[in-house]
């Protein structure tokens, strides 16, 4: 697994591959994206991977930034999982099992700005998941922004 915060992942496309060309990475979580509709998964570069995905919105804050994406070797049957997210927090989680093992994996990104009963309230979804799914691990990355909390 790896993980980066890429502020701007078009302007770090090339890094990223030099950084990923002698790693064979199964899963790959990116922060911070800054992608949005408008740009397609194959602009991205990751031909062995399937790309999910969640953009910030266009026109939610009028700011740029942003975005949660994981990348998953083609070979790993998984499927999306939806969960309920807080406004503001860009999130992806995905089921999968690899030999035989059952796991959620989830990327989430928490802008500076968002208050602290907001991240409150999301740490509370995230923390039902595995509740509802005891046969699974569950592995969670991101950038959660706490360096703003006192």
């Known amino acids: 697994m790896f993980h980066q915060n890429v502020p701007s992942l078009l302007t770090k496309i090339s890094y990223l591959r030099n950084a990923l060309f002698n790693v ?3 899963v790959i979580y990116l ?3 800054w992608l949005n509709s408008n740009i397609f998964d194959a602009e991205q570069g990751f031909n062995n991977h399937n790309l999910y995905r969640k953009d ?11 975005g949660a994406l994981i990348a998953i070797n083609k070979n790993i ?3 999306l999982l939806t969960v309920a997210s ?5 999130q992806i989680f ?3 099992t690899v030999n035989n093992i059952k796991i959620i994996i989830g990327c989430v990104y928490r802008p500076p700005n968002a208050s602290f009963d907001i991240y409150s309230n999301h740490c509370d979804i995230i923390d039902s998941i595995p509740f509802k799914f005891p046969e699974h691990y569950f592995v969670i990355v991101g ?3 706490l ?3 006192d």
């Open 147 to 149: 360096s703003n909390f």
């Open 94 to 96: 995905l089921k999968l």
């Open 31 to 33: 922060n911070e994206t």
């Open 24 to 26: 064979n990475y199964n």
């Open 77 to 79: 049957n998984c499927k």
């Open 56 to 66: 910030r919105i266009l026109g939610l804050r009028k700011t740029r930034g942003g």
């Open 86 to 90: 807080e406004v503001g927090i860009e």
């Open 143 to 145: 950038h959660f922004n």
